[in-house]
């Protein structure tokens, strides 16, 4: 008998990196969509309404509809700047930028496809058609990536968050709570008097997964540079210099660069710091899992191709940029598809072709992800179906948790365990999809489902970052510890915890606040949702068990010295925990799965030496304060 209520083996759970977007306004052929512009009086919003679009890889051709879900930007922000292009000085020209709205950031209260509204209000009177020259750019929190195959209106309706969770053994989703004031009022009784609904919170999710890359180390940390061979499958150059925070880049030709290709920008310079605490002086990473000595890298930063515009070279990205590139960078494309190239596959021995390795480090920034969520009651898709109630109703419910930051996160192991990774994290708002609300259709969105739609192929468990023959977790045997210059013998269990001062902040901003049904896909257009989320100062610290063959370590903790790699200049303070997945076959050196985190600085402040109870083995725990950490990693995925 088909089941009548939610069962938890038919939920789906999917994510991808938040990025923004970049419009070009104008209607001739170096624009991507006119824009008219209207300010009811009395309105605290602005009604932008797009008109003869050009690009129709972000716009649907004739309909001038902007490809993302019905209100999934509710609570984006954007603002308003100029393109810098042969237009922008034009007399006839209306600088948006400069007409009191240059430095105001706008926050998006609604979107129905071929209109957008924002709020505050424009300082700028009604403009029934934008000159070229100007730019309307989505910024990334909040922002998922758009799907460049969906179709305004119908059941296609999506968002391209179809990147694999990792094997996840529990989770938690960060449930919409209201925060409701509740009054009693002095000479009314004993009861409650008033209740009034305040803000609407998105916190408390959770996941942990047995880690088979280090991939989610990314979210936890902030920033990611990778090294890989040379010769993509497509050579070009950034034919204009890019900022970072862009989500998009022109390049020199997009000729056999095709959607889902990654790219990698390969710039020499300036080199980026990768440490904070001290000048950069021990010199540059050189890509390898074997260099544990640096202070600096060089910025190649690796993409997905998530659309092309089909009017000149522009790609779109599935991620911002976090640095700054100059005109003429070499750009080197990777084709999933060719065996020469990235992606990467293991191969049949074990061993990995032309890996690709990976540097994360803590930073100023952490990247925002947006977290996808379906449950349904039977294992088809709602789209089946037209009829509420009918045979094939899955009574489908998709949310979206959007502007997703880690909060904080444990990584442990034991001796009879995989290398396990539990992460802490709080939405800023949930999108929900009410097409079942809606007359017609009944799911407005259409869900991811991992292995039976998204991943079903080889190319899309690649792009989906889950290749096959990379999806058993690195174990407890796969591991090694050095720790102040010498290799641990009797590690019986470690854990690693970190804290990123992450802040959801509710603010007063003037939003519109739209009256509320319950059918709203984002309720009260996003305006009791927080607006910002705000990284503050980390804290790391690591316990580690052993079993005492040496009292070394008690007396390195009794010193109360500080081991550091920056002051003595070598790496034999340093602690360095390696993972490196068993292969079959023949094994060729640098060819395998691994994973390196590295602490160059800290304290051991404990190093207790107890006598057992049991009359047994000495045991130790371990207590290392670090003031940050560095991870290396090697594997198959062109970008975390």
Same mark, same amino acid.
């Given at each position: 008998?088909?089941?009548?209520?939610?069962?938890?083996?038919?939920?789906?759970?999917?994510? @991808?990196?938040?990025?923004?977007?970049?419009?070009?306004?104008?209607?001739?052929?170096?624009?991507?969509?006119?824009?008219?512009?209207?300010?009811?009086?009395?309105?605290?919003?602005?009604?932008?309404?797009?008109?003869?679009?050009?690009?129709?890889?972000?716009?649907?051709?004739?309909?001038?509809?902007?490809?993302?879900?019905?209100?999934?930007?509710?609570?984006?922000?954007?603002?308003?700047?100029?393109?810098?292009?042969?237009?922008?000085?034009?007399?006839?020209?209306?600088?948006?930028?400069?007409?009191?709205?240059?430095?105001?950031?706008?926050?998006?209260?609604?979107?129905?496809?071929?209109?957008?509204?924002?709020? $505050?209000?424009?300082?700028?009177?009604?403009?029934?058609?934008?000159?070229?020259?100007?730019?309307?750019?989505?910024?990334?929190?909040?922002?998922?990536?758009?799907?460049?195959?969906?179709?305004?209106?119908?059941?296609?309706?999506?968002?391209?968050?179809?990147?694999?969770?990792?094997? @996840?053994?529990?989770?938690?989703? %960060?449930?919409?709570?209201?925060?409701?004031?509740?009054?009693?009022?002095?000479?009314?009784?004993?009861?409650?008097?008033?209740?009034?609904?305040?803000?609407?919170?998105?916190?408390?999710?959770?996941?942990?997964?047995?880690?088979?890359?280090?991939?989610?180390?990314?979210?936890?940390?902030?920033?990611?540079?990778?090294?890989?061979?040379?010769?993509?499958?497509?050579?070009?150059?950034?034919?204009?210099?890019?900022?970072?925070?862009?989500?998009?880049?022109?390049?020199?030709?997009?000729?056999?660069? *095709?959607?889902?290709?990654?790219?990698?920008?390969?710039?020499?310079?300036?080199?980026? %710091?990768?440490?904070?605490?001290?000048?950069?002086?021990?010199?540059?990473?050189?890509?390898?899992?074997?260099?544990?000595?640096?202070?600096?890298?060089? $910025?190649?930063?690796?993409?997905?191709?998530?659309?092309?515009?089909?009017?000149?070279?522009?790609?779109?990205?599935?991620?911002?940029?976090?640095?700054?590139?100059?005109?003429?960078?070499?750009?080197?494309?990777?084709? $999933?598809?060719?065996?020469?190239?990235?992606?990467?596959?293991?191969?049949?021995?074990?061993?990995?072709?032309?890996?690709?390795?990976?540097?994360?480090?803590?930073?100023?920034?952490? $990247?925002?992800?947006?977290?996808?969520?379906?449950?349904?009651?039977?294992?088809?898709?709602?789209?089946?179906?037209?009829?509420?109630?009918?045979?094939?109703?899955?009574?489908?419910?998709?949310?979206?948790?959007?502007?997703?930051?880690?909060?904080?996160?444990?990584?442990?192991?034991?001796?009879?365990?995989?290398?396990?990774?539990?992460?802490?994290?709080? @939405?800023?708002?949930?999108?929900?999809?009410?097409?079942?609300?809606?007359?017609?259709?009944?799911?407005?969105?259409?869900?991811?489902?991992?292995?039976?739609?998204?991943?079903?192929?080889?190319?899309?468990?690649?792009?989906?970052?889950?290749?096959?023959?990379?999806?058993?977790?690195?174990?407890?045997?796969?591991?090694?510890?050095?720790?102040?210059?010498?290799?641990?013998?009797?590690?019986?269990?470690?854990?690693?915890?970190?804290?990123?001062?992450?802040?959801?902040?509710?603010?007063?901003?003037?939003?519109?606040?739209?009256?509320?049904?319950?059918?709203?896909?984002?309720?009260?257009?996003?305006?009791?949702?927080?607006?910002?989320?705000?990284?503050?100062?980390?804290?790391?610290?690591?316990?580690? *068990?052993?079993?005492?063959?040496?009292?070394?370590?008690?007396?390195?903790?009794?010193?109360?010295?500080?081991?550091?790699?920056?002051?003595?200049?070598?790496?034999?303070?340093?602690?360095?925990?390696?993972?490196?997945?068993?292969?079959?076959?023949?094994?060729?050196?640098?060819?395998?799965?691994?994973?390196?985190?590295?602490?160059?600085?800290?304290?051991?402040?404990?190093?207790?030496?107890?006598?057992?109870?049991?009359?047994?083995?000495?045991?130790?725990?371990?207590?290392?304060?670090?003031?940050?950490?560095?991870?290396?990693?090697?594997?198959?995925?062109?970008?975390?």
């Amino acid at each position: 008998m088909p089941s009548t209520v939610y069962k938890g083996d038919l939920a789906e759970v999917s994510f @991808a990196p938040e990025v923004g977007l970049k419009l070009r306004i104008g209607t001739d052929s170096a624009s991507d969509v006119g824009l008219e512009i209207a300010t009811v009086a009395g309105n605290d919003f602005t009604t932008l309404t797009f008109k003869a679009e050009v690009n129709t890889t972000l716009f649907e051709s004739g309909a001038h509809k902007l490809k993302f879900p019905k209100n999934m930007l509710v609570g984006s922000q954007l603002v308003f700047t100029a393109s810098g292009g042969a237009n922008a000085d034009d007399i006839d020209t209306v600088d948006l930028a400069d007409t009191g709205n240059g430095g105001r950031v706008f926050t998006i209260v609604e979107n129905s496809q071929t209109t957008m509204k924002i709020s $505050p209000p424009m300082l700028t009177p009604d403009i029934g058609t934008v000159g070229p020259g100007n730019v309307l750019q989505i910024l990334p929190y909040k922002t998922p990536p758009m799907d460049v195959g969906m179709t305004a209106g119908t059941a296609t309706e999506s968002v391209h968050t179809d990147q694999f969770l990792g094997i @996840a053994s529990a989770l938690t989703l %960060p449930e919409t709570k209201v925060d409701l004031k509740r009054f009693h009022v002095v000479g009314l009784g004993r009861d409650v008097s008033v209740q009034v609904p305040g803000k609407i919170t998105n916190e408390g999710g959770s996941f942990e997964v047995a880690m088979h890359t280090a991939r989610w180390l990314k979210y936890c940390l902030g920033h990611e540079l990778i090294h890989s061979p040379n010769g993509g499958s497509v050579a070009t150059t950034l034919s204009s210099a890019t900022l970072a925070g862009d989500s998009s880049i022109i390049v020199a030709s997009k000729n056999n660069i *095709e959607v889902n290709d990654y790219i990698e920008i390969r710039d020499d310079a300036p080199l980026v %710091p990768v440490v904070s605490d001290h000048e950069p002086d021990g010199g540059t990473w050189d890509g390898t899992l074997t260099d544990f000595e640096f202070d600096n890298a060089k $910025p190649h930063e690796a993409r997905r191709v998530i659309g092309i515009s089909e009017n000149d070279n522009t790609l779109y990205l599935d991620e911002p940029l976090l640095y700054p590139h100059a005109a003429s960078t070499d750009v080197e494309v990777r084709d $999933p598809n060719t065996s020469a190239s990235l992606p990467v596959i293991v191969s049949s021995t074990g061993t990995i072709t032309n890996p690709v390795t990976h540097l994360i480090f803590s930073r100023s920034t952490q $990247p925002s992800f947006a977290l996808e969520v379906s449950q349904r009651r039977r294992d088809m898709d709602s789209d089946e179906t037209s009829v509420d109630g009918g045979v094939g109703d899955t009574k489908e419910l998709t949310r979206v948790f959007r502007g997703c930051k880690v909060t904080d996160f444990t990584l442990t192991t034991d001796n009879d365990a995989a290398l396990r990774l539990a992460v802490n994290f709080n @939405a800023a708002l949930c999108y929900t999809d009410t097409g079942r609300l809606e007359t017609s259709p009944i799911t407005r969105y259409s869900s991811h489902r991992m292995f039976d739609d998204t991943a079903a192929t080889e190319q899309g468990r690649i792009n989906s970052g889950i290749a096959k023959g990379t999806q058993k977790p690195f174990m407890f045997y796969n591991g090694s510890i050095n720790l102040a210059g010498q290799q641990v013998a009797q590690v019986l269990n470690f854990t690693l915890t970190g804290q990123t001062g992450m802040q959801a902040f509710h603010t007063i901003n003037g939003q519109h606040q739209a009256t509320s049904a319950y059918g709203d896909q984002v309720p009260f257009a996003g305006a009791r949702n927080a607006t910002l989320m705000v990284e503050g100062q980390t804290s790391y610290e690591m316990t580690m *068990e052993i079993g005492v063959d040496d009292p070394l370590f008690y007396h390195k903790m009794r010193s109360g010295v500080e081991f550091s790699v920056n002051s003595e200049n070598s790496t034999t303070n340093q602690i360095r925990i390696e993972f490196e997945k068993n292969l079959t076959g023949s094994t060729a050196a640098g060819a395998s799965e691994k994973m390196v985190i590295l602490i160059d600085d800290y304290y051991i402040i404990e190093a207790p030496l107890q006598i057992p109870e049991d009359k047994g083995m000495v045991k130790s725990t371990l207590k290392i304060m670090p003031k940050a950490i560095k991870v290396l990693a090697r594997d198959t995925l062109p970008k975390y």
